[in-house]
């Protein structure tokens, strides 16, 4: 899969966690090489309690130095609307997380959770190069140059 056309975590974790209607405890990763081309995706826990500490180790042993360089993580369980700044205990582990990963030559780009209400997403969860908040990123829209629909009228 290339991710030149982008893509969105959602439509590739959700159908992993939510299943039957159900939400389940699962724990997901997703990896992409340095191209944004997908390079895999795993399910790092099937009993995922909401902390992502015990999982640290598993989510960044299970992806290929030599191949991938971002990725993103999903799960089941969100946190409060309002906590953008990171007050939560999982998106303060998200953060050790990202540090941990930066240390091996990774990029965390994503991090999604849902719950029966929906879902949330600290950061981008799709189209990562246009977001103005991260920079360095591969473009993951470059076909839409030679679209008749990539310019606006």
């Not at 089941?76 to 309002?82: F, K, L, V």
């Not at 209400?117 to 473009?139: K, V």
């Amino acid at each position: 899969m290339i991710i030149q056309a982008g893509f969105d975590l959602q439509i590739l974790i959700r159908p992993l966690v939510v299943q039957e209607g159900r939400v389940l405890p699962k724990l997901v990763a997703v990896a992409l090489d340095a191209d944004m081309q997908l390079d895999g995706i795993k399910i790092v826990s099937d009993e995922f309690a909401g902390s992502l500490t015990p999982h640290l180790e598993a989510i960044l042993d299970w992806m290929d130095l030599d191949w991938s360089r971002y990725f993103a993580i999903g799960h089941a369980g969100i946190w409060p609307e309002n906590d953008y700044y990171s007050e939560s205990p999982v998106l303060q582990e998200a953060k050790t997380l990202e540090a941990a990963a930066a240390q091996r030559g990774l990029r965390m780009i994503g991090h999604f959770g849902i719950d029966e209400t929906g879902y949330m997403s600290d950061g981008p969860h799709s189209y990562f190069d246009q977001y103005g908040l991260i920079e360095g990123l591969p473009p993951t829209m470059s076909h839409w140059v030679h679209s008749k629909h990539g310019k606006c009228g």
